[in-house]
């Protein structure tokens, strides 16, 4: 194997020396490589997903009507940033804020509210009843038909 001794003999005193062939030193570039990629790409996409993604923002009050619906659907602009996305006005999932979001549309049974869980980026049934305010079913893109809950 004399292309691939990692020791050559020095020419003047006869003693093995390490040397480094190209190959260690790509492979030790590769090896950097990887481990950067690997610590930096999450926070990388992470806040990319944050940003554009999963765009997300705190409101005081919804959209009442379908006409208002519809106007804020355009100012967010949900599908230029993924097609399957659609504009939101839910409740976080604590209950405790309204959130505007992107997210794909799920249907919403049994007069429950619609809620959006941040740790899983999915619109879902809130656990708790809305009461008469909502429809037995609906879209979860049609949260203003639960009237006077987004408020």
């Known amino acids: 194997m004399d292309g691939f001794d990692l ?3 020095h020419p003047r005193t006869s003693q093995r ?3 480094f062939p190209a190959l260690v030193v790509q492979v ?3 090896v950097v490589f990887i481990l950067v990629a ?3 790409t999450p926070k990388l ?3 990319i997903l944050d940003q554009y993604l ?4 705190r409101t005081h009050k919804c959209p009442q009507n379908k006409a208002e619906w519809k106007d804020r659907e355009r100012e967010f602009k949900c599908p230029e940033i993924n097609k399957a996305h659609v504009y939101h006005c839910v409740l976080n999932s604590e209950k405790t804020e309204l959130v505007e979001v992107c997210a794909p549309v799920v249907n919403i049974q049994g007069g429950r509210c619609t809620a959006f869980d941040f740790s899983g980026q999915t ?3 809130s ?3 809305c009461g008469n305010t909502c429809p037995n079913m609906y879209k979860s893109s049609e949260a203003y038909l639960c009237k006077n809950l987004y408020l």
């Open 54 to 57: 999963e765009k997300e923002y």
């Open 38 to 40: 690997v610590t930096c």
């Open 28 to 30: 030790f570039a590769i």
């Open 127 to 129: 656990s708790t009843s």
């Open 123 to 125: 619109i879902q049934e």
């Open 17 to 19: 020396q390490f040397c």
């Open 45 to 47: 996409t992470r806040g």
């Open 7 to 9: 020791y050559e003999r």
